[in-house]
């Protein structure tokens, strides 16, 4: 059990607790961020469902482990944001390198990429979509999706190289406006009560499995819907709620699961990872660095354009937002959005040693929220979100007695 999760203690627990029949219907992974924390609720879920009940190993054929390694089995339901292009960017790598060289890693590198996009395409099942006014729009993308990944997906032979190639990129390309265009930053609530219709239907065989990622960042009305379900858990179901931030679970929900804690792994474990898993052993960095590299905008690049952003309005030298947006190219994918912020929010840092500096410091942080959510959730153009951006840091620069000079290095 537990095989493809590399270098975690926690898969001992968990083994010992599935081979003792002790694992409860609703359970919590928390831990750090690329700890392992989705690969082990999808292998939870196949473990649930082999037919090989004594064996229950990842290499197992049983028809359901097969349908489970591939994610195509109908028994999952996978719910919450998540930045997936940069895993897909590094699995299509190292698939494409694997068959090129001819590697004996190669049907490895095909299950690697082939559940890379399905766990984003996962989040998109009708069932938890249904009555939603982007759902044809939607269908259309994953249609096409689909159609490509049936000329990877086993037992067919691999097309002719370049074909090959064409087709992965052509995935990743839909991949990325699945994920630019639809995927949530929040849970809509609409999605807890389809799932929780779909829960109390009776499965025809093995577990139903829920697994909902990002916990921690689901809206009160979301966590409300389900701790409904998590007071009485249908008893073919296993909900396993996953979160990095587990003190932001409420402790109504954190009352009704079982906690499996995930270390975080030291930097030669992350190495360790990322030659096994991706097959590079010339990286020296971190798990996150690593996929950091695949972004089309290298970070340190957008933390300059966040530079520019920040010293032009403090030194009162309008920065220029269109140039500073195509040199992010359009934060897409908005990973580099993220980091763009995070690096500003950084820069505020300094003001937090007098009251009224860290009072500015706090508005600042609620303005780039304001701006993340602005772009992610009610689609305006990153350039007029940052224009809104600079005219309501300037007025409260203003406000402050010209008090964004006291946070220039």
Known sequence: ??????????SKDLS???KNNRLPGAVLF???EASGKLTAALETARILSCHEGGKRRFDCTCPSCLQHKSLTCSNILLLGPRDCFLEISSAKETFLAAVKANATYQVAARYLFLRSIRKLTLRFSDILWQGDKDLNKIGTIIADINENLEKLDFPRELPSFEELEEICSKLEKKALDLETDFLYDSIPVSQIRNMETWAHIKSEEGKKTIIIENAHRMQASVRNALLKILE????????????SQKNAIMQTILSRVRNYSFKDRTLDEQKDVITRVFHNDAF????????LTFLPVKPESIREQADLFFTGLAKHQIPAIADIVKACQNFNPRVELKIFLEDLALKFRPLNKTPQGAEI???????????WDNITLFNQTPQGALEILLRD?????NKGGDIFKCAVM
Do not use: H
């Open 16 to 18: 010992s607790d599935i």
């Open 361 to 371: 410091s706090f508005e600042v942080l609620e303005l780039l929220r304001k701006t």
């Open 1 to 10: 059990m537990y095989e493809n999760l590399v270098n975690q203690g926690v």
């Open 30 to 32: 928390s831990g750090p």
């Open 284 to 291: 020296t960095g971190s798990i996150n660095d690593y996929l």
């Open 393 to 397: 840091m300037a007025a409260l620069n």
């Open 232 to 243: 009485e858990p249908p008893a073919d179901c296993v909900f396993i709620l996953l979160t």
